[in-house]
């Protein structure tokens, strides 16, 4: 099955300081998702990505849809406390399928 | 998006047992999934929860081992059957939104055998 490599695998970094991690596929994808789940809950969707060369963004955060749609980008500025946790990247299974595959995840520690 | 429950929130249970975790949705939705977490990993697909049929399981799971209910269009059932500690986990349930693949989370089950 397709498969989403995340890095890094985990990152510590101070208050304020901007924050790239990144996610790659063998294969194309046509949608990219980005999670975040904090410690004892479920993933919560942070920004969709549906088109390639896309960038949107949520507040400090910024995703890209990579050109050859076979990678993606997270981007945070700024870093606060609360950003601490797993992101995950994640794209459907396969051709029109609904079901998705989720990448490893990035822990984020931020150190006030 | 869905507001999305799950209940147990957190169980600690007697190997060989059974639990029945329930997932119920604010509104009607067509598509909903459970998933596995186990600890420190990432989320494995468990299998799609149809309604009104059998689910769909993906690799590696079987129906006698996570039977699944889906009796409406709000509310879905996940057993995990004969536990052993391997099955110490968080499940997860989730449903599909109004964007094409976008998917929203419950918020889990922390499932602890011992």
């Known amino acids: 099955g397709q498969q989403l490599n995340q890095s890094p695998q985990s990152m510590f970094i101070q208050e304020g300081e901007d924050v790239s991690m990144n996610c790659t596929s063998s294969s194309i994808f046509n949608t990219w998702l980005w999670y975040k789940q904090d410690p004892g809950e479920g993933p919560v969707l942070l920004i969709a990505l549906y088109k390639a060369g896309e960038l949107t963004s949520n507040g400090r955060l910024t995703a890209q849809f990579g050109i050859t749609r076979k990678d993606s980008f997270l981007n945070i500025s700024a870093s606060i406390p609360s950003d601490v946790g797993i992101y995950f990247c994640?794209?459907?299974?396969?051709?029109?399928?609904?079901?998705?595959?989720f990448g490893k995840g990035t822990k984020l520690s931020v150190i006030p | 998006s869905a507001v999305i429950s799950q209940k147990p929130s957190r169980d600690i249970c007697q190997r060989g047992t059974s639990l029945t975790i329930q997932c119920q949705v604010d509104s009607q939705v067509t598509m909903m999934f459970w998933y596995r977490q186990q600890p420190g990993q990432s989320l494995t697909l468990i299998a799609t929860a149809n309604q009104g049929s059998e689910a769909t399981y993906e690799s590696g799971f079987v129906i006698d081992k996570f039977p699944i209910s889906r009796p409406n269009l709000t509310f879905s059932t996940l057993t995990v059957s004969n536990m052993s500690p391997e099955d110490s986990s968080i499940y997860l349930c989730?449903?599909?939104?109004?964007?094409?693949?976008?998917?929203?989370f419950g918020p889990g089950t922390r499932l602890t055998v011992t």
């Open positions: 994640a794209g459907p299974s396969g051709a029109g399928s609904y079901q998705l595959t």
């Open positions: 989730s449903v599909v939104g109004t964007g094409a693949y976008e998917q929203y």
